[in-house]
């Protein structure tokens, strides 16, 4: 490595591989297209030998017409922030539908190669746990992403699919009493589905007594088959299921998937826009930061961090309401850019949530950030180490806990984040207690970003530059070519990775992939808690600052 | 005697406890109801672990085929009377998700509420006004909807 750690090295590593193309793509991609699957195996172990180690996402796109299923990998280095994005097609019959499985080069791939398994019925060949991943029982052995998949017909008796889930539920249980050891005092406990501490999610955990043997997640709970959803509704109609990700922070996903439309449509966005985009993003990111620590600390039993953080939030959501007219649901990012124009006033609101925010910021850190009792408790368990990180794919705030300089917004700048002043967020030892602390700043930092943002745009209105009522949108054609777009960007629990293919005239998107954060977050549940007792277990899942809308989609 | 049971029925209406269940979005707004701005507990409402000690079930937004027997099994736990409150959008016909493949169109055809509240999400003062309708329902010494009909009667979870 060393010198060679260039994006030519990257283009080198396939040129001994039969390749359809190799192309530059946007600053820091490679994308490259397989004649055969057969060469993938290594092809991945060259790529991983030159240091791209971690697999974003792996996602299928189902052609019908070919009669192929085109495969996509998405290999990132988090260090030195080079990227390939691989494709290979594979037959598309069920019973030929395989390729080998990189879950034993690349861990980071073994959920994502579970879904694609579920959801497009791909076989991956040596995968080590291919079992079915989010589906409900009654989607198991069926492949509901597929383009001609018959839901209708599906739908039609949702008594009997109900049935089903309960009978596998109930079989489950019962194979659980015969399974286990007699003499053994070992346990099957179930962890959720309806945990207080955290949300629609079912651990299994396998115990002895208070120490944990094993912990298989069972995800799904809220599965709403959002990549499909989007498939039947317009470009712009998309962004309320994309928004619904995650509602913790739904701008930003929202900024993702706009971007992946607008580089479709070949549209560049305003500045004006660039910095609302800015300044929306980080509203949502405070909100959803918020949420996040007065759940850390609601795990560990105590609530007053929630209710005052709840408190600060309120005035960023007054700032979203008066913006878009709801707190939540804002759906104020369109592509082309934001929804509406900018009132002046709306900026007071802002100013408002900045006074309450400077004015209880310091007692929230000298309680709670500073907590001698959290920080005893919480900083031996949970560890995360750098080269985690990067086996198995982990982002935003528990990438950077362990000291991984990973973050979007500087790393692939986005909106008008190339011309924000900010930093890489980092600690070193990658404890529950580290996470804290990131996110801490981190609500800080977003604090100061968006005061650089209101004053830009300030500004910009003063000496004409920004025109607020009309600059906002520029007009983005509602049939779009067909092509196909991958588009990141730092949400509140890490990297999203939107993947949109249109076709030709398309009025609604072919594909979207949304890799979400919490996928892989979870997938390391088991790792960090085996061994550990059951008490550690809502601390180390609160410290992961987990979502069920985005780690079920 | 009738007038011992109307003050049960008082007694009951100003201090609901809800089953804590999160089903879909909306529980963020519902967590914003329990903040310090809305404080619903102003109202004697408060969540409760543990469904065996809730009068009040709520349905907050979507219900996915997954969870719904879990939904059921915990309406089934909770000592009568009790109560549903359906909220957000999904709750009534899917909402949002009504072209969704594995979301529940109809849950309150299932487990039918008493009181629906709209909004996606609602906001936290739509809530505590929807509550404030069971309370007023408990008061009249209404049946709650759920035990008169509902496909859950039939169905295994």
């Known amino acids: 490595m060393g010198a060679t750690n260039t994006m030519e090295a990257v283009k080198s590593v396939l040129e001994p591989f039969d390749t359809e193309y190799v192309e530059d793509y946007k600053k820091i991609w490679i994308k490259a297209k397989l004649k055969t699957s057969d060469d993938l195996l290594r092809v991945a172990e060259a790529i991983k030998a030159e240091g791209l180690r971690s697999i974003s996402t792996v996602s299928p796109t189902d052609f019908p017409d070919t009669n192929t299923m085109e495969m996509n990998y998405f290999f990132e280095d988090l260090e030195t922030k080079r990227n390939l994005w691989l494709k290979c097609d594979i037959p598309r019959e069920v019973a030929q539908c395989e390729i080998d499985s990189l879950t034993p080069l690349f861990p980071s791939a073994e959920w994502h190669e579970r879904e694609a398994f579920s959801m497009f019925g791909v076989t991956f060949r040596n995968h080590p746990d291919l079992r079915p991943i989010i589906v409900s029982e009654d989607f198991v052995g069926k492949t509901p992403y597929r383009r001609d998949f018959d839901w209708d017909a599906h739908e039609k008796d949702v008594v009997q699919h109900v049935k089903t889930i309960v009978d596998a539920f109930k079989r489950e249980q019962e194979t659980n009493e015969v399974n286990l050891d007699t003499d053994s005092s070992e346990t099957v406990l179930n962890w959720g589905p309806t945990h207080p501490a955290s949300g629609p999610i079912r651990l299994r955990i396998h115990t002895d007594g208070e120490e944990i043997i094993h912990i298989d997640p069972d995800i799904g709970y809220v599965w709403r088959a959002l990549e499909h959803l989007v498939t039947k509704k317009d470009f712009v109609g998309a962004i309320v299921a994309v928004e619904r990700l995650c509602f913790m922070d739904n701008i930003n996903s929202m900024v993702g998937y706009c971007m992946a439309v607008e580089e479709i449509a070949g549209t560049e966005i305003t500045e004006f826009a660039k910095w609302m985009r800015v300044l929306l993003g980080e509203t949502a990111r405070i909100s ?30 007054d700032f979203l309401e008066s913006y878009s007219g709801a707190r939540i649901a804002t759906a104020a990012i369109e592509p082309g850019g934001v929804r509406y124009g900018l009132d002046m006033t709306m900026l007071d609101e802002l100013q408002k949530a900045f006074d309450k925010f400077d004015a209880g910021i310091d007692d929230v850190e000298m309680i709670f950030a500073k907590n001698p009792t959290m920080r005893v408790r919480a900083k031996e368990v949970g560890i995360v180490s750098a080269e985690d990180v990067h086996t198995f794919g982990l982002s935003g705030i528990v990438a950077r806990a362990s000291g991984v300089k990973t973050d979007i917004r500087l790393d692939e700048p986005y909106a008008a984040y190339d011309q924000v002043e900010m930093d890489y967020m980092t600690t070193k030892d990658g404890t529950a207690a580290d996470r804290f602390t990131i996110l801490f700043r981190e609500l800080k930092q977003s604090v100061e970003i968006l005061k650089q943002a209101k004053k830009r745009i300030e500004e910009g209105v003063a000496s004409g530059e920004f025109n607020p009522t009309k600059d906002h949108m520029v007009k983005v054609p509602k049939k ?44 390391i549940l088991n790792r960090l808690l085996e061994g550990k007792t059951l008490s550690d277990l809502p601390l180390v899942f609160g410290s992961l600052y987990v979502c069920q809308g985005d780690l079920d989609r | 005697m009738l007038k011992i049971l109307d003050f049960f029925d008082y007694a009951k209406s100003e201090s609901l406890w809800m089953a804590h269940f999160c089903t879909g979005c909306c529980s963020l707004e519902m967590a914003a109801a329990m903040g310090p701005r809305y404080d619903w507990e102003r109202y004697g409402y408060m969540p409760t672990p543990t469904p065996r000690q809730a009068d009040v079930l709520m349905i907050t937004g979507l219900v996915s085929k997954k969870i719904l027997p879990a939904l059921l099994r915990t309406y089934a736990q909770m000592p009568e009377p009790k109560y549903v409150v359906a909220l957000g959008a999904c709750s009534f016909d899917g909402g949002p998700y009504n072209d969704s493949l594995s979301v529940i169109k109809n849950p309150t055809e299932i487990l039918p509420a008493d009181v629906f509240i709209a909004g996606c999400p609602p906001k936290p003062e739509a809530i505590i006004e929807g509550l404030e309708q069971v309370k007023q329902k408990i008061k009249n010494g209404e049946p709650s909807a759920a035990s008169q009909g509902g496909l859950w009667k039939e169905m295994e979870f």
């Open chain 1, 288 to 317: 959803s930061h918020f949420m996040g620590m007065g759940g850390f600390f609601n795990n560990l039993g105590l609530h007053t961090m929630g209710m005052w953080n709840m408190d600060m939030r309120e005035f960023f959501l």
């Open chain 1, 480 to 523: 779009l070519p067909a092509g196909e777009a991958i588009s990141r960007v730092e949400w509140a629990r890490g990297e999203v990775l939107m993947h949109l293919v249109t076709e030709e005239k398309a009025k609604s998107p072919y594909r979207l992939k949304m890799r979400a954060p919490s996928f892989n977050h979870t997938m």
